[in-house]
């Protein structure tokens, strides 16, 4: 899977991921995430480097202070409308998995330069095929609207307060 962005949702100024297949068909597969995991996604994919470290750049630390090494992430299922992620770690000659959120996995990924995965039954039940002038796309009109998510999310990030959130 490709990562497009992250773009946010209107009305619902929800932020959404967008991965993209590879391979054709090219299926789009939309994942709402929360705002702090757009945050990093977007900070990652933009190259910001924090003062101190944030968590998931924290998590890259710790992963390798340990003798591992993230290999590639999945998205492994969707259940009642909320998907599922795994880690693939690999320690010497242990393979490990671990369970975590989508966004968590691709902020990680996208930190580590590691592989995005989703599984065929993910992308058939929640992926769809993009609008068909889409393929005929070029390069500075994805690099456009890329930029456009971008401008989008940061007038969002500015705009947001934590009362918006409210108490739970």
């Known amino acids: 899977m490709e990562l497009i962005g992250v773009r946010l949702e209107v009305p619902a100024n929800a932020p959404v991921m967008m991965l993209r297949e590879q391979a054709a068909p090219h299926r789009v597969l939309p994942v709402y995430i929360g705002?702090?995991?757009?945050?990093?996604?977007?900070?990652?994919?933009?190259?910001?480097?924090?003062?101190?470290?944030?968590?998931?750049?924290?998590?890259?630390?710790?992963?390798?202070?340990?003798?591992?090494?993230?290999?590639?992430?999945?998205?492994?299922?969707?259940?009642?409308?909320?998907?599922?992620?795994?880690?693939?770690?690999?320690?010497?000659?242990?393979?490990?998995?671990?369970?975590?959120?989508p966004s968590d996995a691709v902020a990680l990924a996208v930190r580590t330069d590691v592989p995005i995965f989703a599984s065929n039954a993910v992308l058939d039940e929640a992926a769809h095929l993009p609008e068909e002038d889409a393929d005929e796309v070029d390069e500075t009109d994805a690099e456009a609207e890329a930029d456009d998510i971008l401008d989008e999310f940061r007038s969002f990030i500015d705009q947001v307060n934590p009362e918006d959130f409210g108490q739970s």
Do not use: Q
């Not at 994919?45 to 890259?60: A, C, I, K, S």
């Not at 969707?78 to 393979?95: C, I, Q, Y």
């Open 35 to 101: 705002t702090p995991e757009a945050s990093a996604i977007h900070f990652a994919r933009e190259g910001v480097v924090p003062p101190r470290p944030l968590t998931h750049d924290l998590l890259v630390t710790v992963i390798s202070e340990l003798g591992a090494k993230l290999t590639e992430v999945v998205i492994t299922e969707v259940r009642d409308h909320t998907f599922f992620a795994e880690l693939h770690l690999r320690r010497g000659d242990l393979d490990l998995s671990v369970s975590c959120r």
